[in-house]
């Protein structure tokens, strides 16, 4: 079973074309970037959308195309936000219009409770509608996936330290997708992010705990 799926994943490796090839690779870079809170992973993340959703239209998947726009979007503001500012002094009383470096948050349970409650009432309205009035499959599971993802990519932008945590759950259930697509090139590229993912949260975790040592 495990050796039919890597051969699978082979065999899809080398039937794809450079651009789908280019665009994990620039996935996987925004990845490691981000992981470092290096402001480069949103460049990354721009060129790797942008060739998804060329190919993704190309192919017809059209939300699909219509998500990574949005992720395209997502890229710019997060490369605005996540701007440095070494040379402005923060606190000397003469820039009062200076913004500080964004640094890592965590977010109450009760907070999440709330954002997840919504997401899912959400996912439920839209899985209705996707299973009732369109030919798509796992409507529920996808249209899940796909809501959370859009909060979970604002939540990056704002160095949410529990961002993490959404994307293990997201890329978990999207392999369960992709599986059942026979995508498995895919889905061993999200096998590969819920490992990077779990890297993610260990390391920004470690770092937004340093903070009151630093202040």
Partial sequence: MVANFFNEVLNQLLASSLWELAAVALAIAYLVLAMSQNRWCWPAAFFSTMIYVVLF???????ESLLNAYYLGMAVYGWYTWQQRPNVPQNDGLHP??????SISSWALATHIKVIGVLT????AVGYFMANF???????LDATTTVFALFATWMVT????ENWLYWIVIDGASIYLYLNKSFHLTAGLFMLYC?????GYVKWRNEYRLKPAIA
Wanted: glycine content about 0%; proline content about 0%.
């Fill in 57 to 63: 239209w190309q192919s017809a998947l059209l939300m």
């Fill in 97 to 102: 219009n200076a913004k500080k470096e964004l």
């Fill in 121 to 124: 009432l959400v996912s439920i």
């Fill in 158 to 161: 704002q160095k949410v330290l």
């Fill in 134 to 140: 369109t030919h798509a499959d796992f409507a529920y």
């Fill in 195 to 199: 490992v990077m993912c779990v890297y």
